[in-house]
Every structure is written in C-alpha cells, then in structure tokens.
C-alpha cells in the first residue's frame, strides 16, 4: 500500500516562493499521476496540479501561471513550488495519489501560513 | 473547467437515516468520471466512490454512488456516527480536476 510523506516550510512571508515535497513509499512510482492539494482554513478543496513519472503535467489554470511541479524518479519524490504568494495562499497542502484522477490516498497535509 | 455545485450545503439528520447528497456539474462528465470523499475535521480526505459509482477499497456498503452526466448522488443507507463530516464530489473527467464545494453533514 502506497504512503504518502510530505515536508516543507510551513511560514512564508509575501513574495516568497512556497516549496513542498512529497515521498511515496510502497507501492509503484509510475503509471499514476501524483497530485497537490490545498485547502483553506475553514473551506473547500482546491486542486493545485499533477504530474506523472514522465514528467508530463497539468495545472489548474486559476493557479498556472505561479506553479511548478516536478519529479525525482530516483527518489520517488514530487514537488510543489509556488512563487509570489500572498494571504490567500495560506492553506493546508496535501500531496495525493490518483490512479485514474481519483484521489485514492493523501499525505498527512502541511499548513504553510503566509504572513509578514 | 466542469463547475460542481453540491446540495445541500448543510444537511442534518439522526443516526440511523438515510443521506442523499447531491453533486451538479455545469457540463458532462466524461465516462463518469466523478469521485465522492470523505472529510473529518483535521484529517486528509478520504477516497469513499469513484467512477460515479465504484466503491473504494474498505469502504462500507452503506455508501453508495449513482448518477451519469451532470447529475451524481451520493447515498449513506444507514448513518453511523462516525459519517457526520465534511463530504465533497470531485471531477476528473478533464485534464483540470475540480471539487464541489462541500456539503457538511450534522447531527440533527
């Protein structure tokens, strides 16, 4: 069964750039997408964007134009980098598995709070 | 991007009812491509549907999904009390996935 850890700095301030990392432990790195997460604190779920062994990804459009996605095959990581962040990017982060877009297992969530 | 607009926003029942929760997107679905999760407070999301209709692994019959095209429905037959949460339907059938935006589930 495929687990999902997940690091970062959990205090920006503005204009920063917000930088996750998630390890899959068990299970199979390729064949699946690996996507992140968000949600604010007291709201709903935002998909950020996923990436597969390949490199290949996709990105919310609301968000395309401040994130990167990439992949460490060897290491069986992903990462999440997003640049100029501002309050409204304060929120939980949650790295997840999806098989076929399906979100069939999540990491345990990093609150990343942008603040000056 | 496929909009989702769950009903109701706030839905409270008693232990031992039945729940219907209700998932709209504003065009088609492709192949059914919607997902049902589960969320308590502080905790990640949990996988409950996918493919409209498929349970995922270790979730109990109570719960069921149907539904096609535009209109999904999430069913619990029987609540328990560790079902009051957060519930949201999720869409995967474009390469931009979108979330509803919840409903919560009260004891009444």
């Known amino acids: 069964q495929v687990q999902l850890q997940q690091w970062g700095a959990g205090l920006l301030k503005p204009s920063e750039t917000l930088s996750l990392t998630c390890a899959v432990y068990g299970g199979s790195f390729s064949g699946y997408f690996w996507s992140w997460v968000r949600q604010p604190p007291g709201k709903g779920l935002e998909w950020i964007g996923e990436i597969n062994h390949r490199g290949t990804t996709n990105y919310n459009p609301s968000l395309k134009s401040r994130v990167t996605i990439s992949v460490d095959t060897t290491k069986k990581w992903f990462s999440l980098k997003l640049n100029s962040v501002t309050a409204a990017d304060t929120a939980v982060y949650y790295c997840?598995?999806?098989?076929?877009?399906?979100?069939?297992?999540w990491g345990q969530g990093t609150l990343v709070t942008v603040s000056s | 991007e496929i909009v989702l607009t769950q009903s109701p926003d706030t839905l409270s029942l008693s232990p031992g009812e039945r729940a219907t929760l209700s998932c709209r997107a504003s065009?088609?679905?492709?192949?059914?491509?919607l997902a049902w999760y589960q969320q308590t407070p502080g905790q990640a999301p949990r996988l409950l549907i996918y493919?409209?209709?498929s349970r995922a692994t270790g979730i109990p019959d109570r719960f069921s999904g149907s539904g096609s095209g535009t209109d999904f429905t999430l069913t619990i037959s029987r609540l328990e009390p560790v079902d009051f949460a957060v519930y949201y339907c999720q869409q995967y059938g474009t390469s931009s996935i979108t979330f509803g935006q919840g409903t919560r589930l009260e004891i009444k």
């Open positions: 997840a598995i999806n098989p076929g877009g399906e979100m069939a297992g």
């Open positions: 065009q088609s679905v492709s192949r059914n491509y």
């Open positions: 493919g409209a209709s």
